[in-house]
């Protein structure tokens, strides 16, 4: 079946760091999404990709939809206390929805 | 206005006694489904409904049932809970066709006792 590989796992940084991560698949998406969960919650779209070579901005996140339909990376700019949280891509092709084993974010103040 | 609306936000139920879980959406979207999330780990899908089709993953215990009586209703039915159902639960939506954002409700945190 389709697989997704997410990373990295986890992330400790230092408040005001800059943060990537990305998702690479053997399987070409139509849509690339990313979505944050914050603990006892449900997880919330922070940006959705719809095109090949698609690169979008939502504040201080940057995600990028691969230009072979395999991958996909979301940056957060300037991490604040707030960014903490699982970070998952979510590969999505017709109603499937391939999720990514998740980034656990951690800053430091 | 929250668009998928899980309830209850937490569950306490018993070792083996039936238990049931609610999601509602005003959204009118026509696939629906379920995901088991354990701790810091990725949903696993656990069914879906294409409408009225119902989908169940192959590796989904018999334990686990789900009831659509509309579009906008959906309930995952466990009939006997053991120690290792406890999860979050989660329902998203998706229009037919897909290839757009899925919408998830807050999740039901079950404990089982």
């Known amino acids: 079946g389709q697989q997704l590989n997410q990373s990295p796992q986890s992330m400790f940084i230092q408040e005001g760091e800059d943060v990537s991560m990305n998702c690479t698949s053997s399987s070409i998406f139509n849509t690339w999404l990313w979505y944050k969960q914050d603990p006892g919650e449900g997880p919330v779209l922070l940006i959705a990709l719809y095109k090949a070579g698609e690169l979008t901005s939502n504040g201080r996140l940057t995600a990028q939809f691969g230009i072979t339909r395999k991958d996909s990376f979301l940056n957060i700019s300037a991490s604040i206390p707030s960014d903490v949280g699982i970070y998952f891509c979510v590969g999505e092709y017709g109603n499937k929805l391939v999720f990514g084993a998740g980034t656990i974010l951690r800053v430091k103040s | 206005d929250a668009m998928v609306i899980q309830n209850p936000r937490y569950q306490v139920t018993q070792f083996g006694k039936p238990v049931t879980l609610s999601c509602s959406q005003t959204l009118n979207h026509n696939v629906m489904y379920w995901y088991q999330q354990k701790s810091s780990q990725a949903p696993k899908l656990l069914f879906h409904?294409?409408?009225?089709?119902?989908?169940n993953e192959a590796d989904t215990p018999d334990n686990f049932q789900s009831r659509r009586p509309n579009t906008s209703f959906c309930f995952l039915d466990i009939r006997s809970p053991g120690l290792g159902d406890a999860a979050m639960y989660l329902c998203?939506?998706?229009?037919?066709?897909?290839?757009?954002?899925?919408?998830f409700g807050q999740g039901t945190r079950l404990t089982v006792v």
């Open positions: 409904y294409y409408d009225k089709d119902f989908n």
């Open positions: 998203a939506t998706t229009p037919i066709g897909g290839d757009t954002e899925a919408f």
